[in-house]
């Protein structure tokens, strides 16, 4: 399985953004999709997940009411929606995917992993 994120950029606090990432090669009947973000100097974390083909997203407290995934299953894509940003928020988000269905926040059960996208918000 490939991952292929994109849509990180520099943008002003209150501003929105939206990350896609795109699955290919071979997946399993259910998995899961994640993002995860890592700031300078602090541990790779949790962001929100959702299960394929049918799951529920969900988010991290720090993002909730924020940011929202979505998917469009024909494209095998995910998508994470930030609106609100806030300067905190800046770090490289990263994609991940899971053979197991379900809702995981620990980085060991994700089997795959995007190269990364910049988002960058300044105050």
């Known amino acids: 399985v490939q991952l292929q994120a994109s849509g990180g950029g520099s943008v002003q606090a209150g501003d929105s953004l939206r990350l896609s990432c795109a699955a290919s090669g071979r997946t399993s009947s259910s998995y899961t999709i994640s993002w995860f973000r890592q700031a300078p100097g602090k541990e790779r974390e949790f962001v929100g997940g959702v299960g394929w083909p049918r799951g529920s997203p969900n988010y991290a407290d720090s993002v909730k009411g924020r940011f929202m995934i979505s998917r469009d299953n024909a494209m095998k894509t995910t998508y994470l929606q930030m609106n609100a940003l806030k300067p905190e928020d800046t770090a490289v988000y990263y994609c991940?995917?899971?053979?197991?269905?379900?809702?995981?926040?620990?980085?060991?059960?994700?089997?795959?992993w995007g190269q990364g996208t910049q988002v960058t918000v300044s105050s």
């Open positions: 991940a995917f899971s053979y197991s269905g379900g809702h995981y926040i620990a980085r060991a059960v994700y089997n795959h």
